[in-house]
């Protein structure tokens, strides 16, 4: 069935240090995967995604890996910093790819 | 413009009370998706809708139904809610695709 796993569920880093978050998902048609962070009380919000045909992409301090034989995809999160803190959720494109199917969530602690 | 919008914010209901959500967008968007949110589950798709007069379910659509009777508008209606149904409820919207959703505030239900 459409399934999307995340690990950690929770993670803790130095202000500074980097944060790697993890997703697997089942469907080996999956095309689109999206990262969204959601702040404390707040709606989530679309922070980067990724195509099939991309191994990698970057954003400042964010990237996404994708290794689609394995059906894996990270964050990457370098040189973090307090307003870091926040739930993201990993999410994959499914069957008919009208939808996305997100994962449980990872709470991210930046200790300053 | 004011993005994805959802009424009412919070709403207290007792069991076997119905009530109806609403969700607006003023972008134009094709896609609209209602999710649920619950501690330690991430946000599980409801029902969705691929357009105008168009819904579809998610991974969770029992005890909800669903109508797009118009492009901006995405309703959601708990005909004789449950305690199970307590949760945070968010609305989002794309263009044509999964692609970039945009959510909504939130509404916090409590089912006594």
């Known amino acids: 069935g459409e399934n999307v796993e995340q690990h950690p569920s929770t993670l803790s880093v130095q202000e500074g240090d980097s944060a790697v978050i993890k997703c697997t998902y089942s469907?080996?048609?999956?095309?689109?995967f999206p990262w969204y962070k959601q702040e404390l009380g707040k709606r989530p919000q679309l922070i980067i995604d990724?195509?099939?045909?991309?191994g990698e992409k970057k954003d400042q301090r964010i990237a996404v890996t994708l290794n689609k034989t394995a059906k894996h995809f990270s964050l990457h999160i370098t040189e973090t910093q307090p307003e870091d803190s926040a739930v993201y959720f990993c999410a994959a494109s499914f069957p008919s790819y009208d939808k996305v199917i997100f994962g449980p969530g990872t709470s991210l602690s930046v200790i300053p | 413009n004011a993005g994805v919008t959802q009424t009412p914010k919070f709403r207290v209901l007792k069991t076997g009370q119905s009530m109806t959500l609403l969700c607006a967008q003023d972008m134009n968007h094709e896609y609209m998706y209602w999710y649920r949110q619950d501690p330690g589950m991430g946000l599980r798709l409801i029902h969705y809708?691929?357009?105008?007069?168009?819904?579809a379910k998610g991974e969770v659509p029992d005890g909800y139904n669903v109508s797009r009777l118009k492009k901006q508008n995405f309703l959601l209606g708990l005909e004789s809610a449950a305690p199970s149904q307590t949760s945070v409820y968010f609305c989002a919207s794309s263009f044509p695709g999964p692609y970039e959703q945009y959510f909504g505030p939130g509404t916090r239900l409590t089912v006594t």
């Open positions: 990724i195509r099939s045909n991309v």
């Open positions: 469907d080996s048609a999956s095309n689109y």
């Open positions: 809708s691929v357009g105008e007069g168009t819904t």
